[in-house]
């Protein structure tokens, strides 16, 4: 998926790519690239031989020694609420969304998915 993203940014092919489209392809694809460089090293142990706690715990108390560590970590941890508030409510509605569906009044592009 990052080499797709990357390769859209950097070519640009397509009708109507203008240059906000491409950075943000181009911001996708270094994010997704960190999130697999993050997994894999969290997945072969960090380097370390401790225990993920361990790390979460020595992670949190290095932030919480910087200044202003509290607001910090105080803020990822409503950042972390708030999208699994929004993750819970976008499921609801899609729940919601699928319970009310009827076929028959759709119109003719839905009723062909």
Do not use: H
Not at 36 to 59: F, I, P
């Amino acid at each position: 998926m990052a080499l797709w993203r990357a390769s859209r940014a950097v070519l640009g092919r397509g009708p109507g790519r203008k240059a906000a489209s491409r950075a943000l392809d181009g911001g996708r694809a270094v994010f997704l690239r960190l999130r697999l460089l993050g997994t894999a090293v969290y997945a072969s142990g960090g380097g370390q031989g401790s225990s993920s706690n361990e790390q979460s715990q020595d992670g949190t108390s290095s932030a919480l020694k910087l200044p202003f560590g509290q607001v910090l970590v105080s803020a990822a941890g409503c950042v972390l609420i708030g999208v699994g508030v929004v993750f819970a409510a976008a499921g609801i509605l899609i729940l919601v969304a699928a319970v009310r569906f009827d076929p028959d009044e759709a119109s003719a592009r839905y009723r062909r998915l």
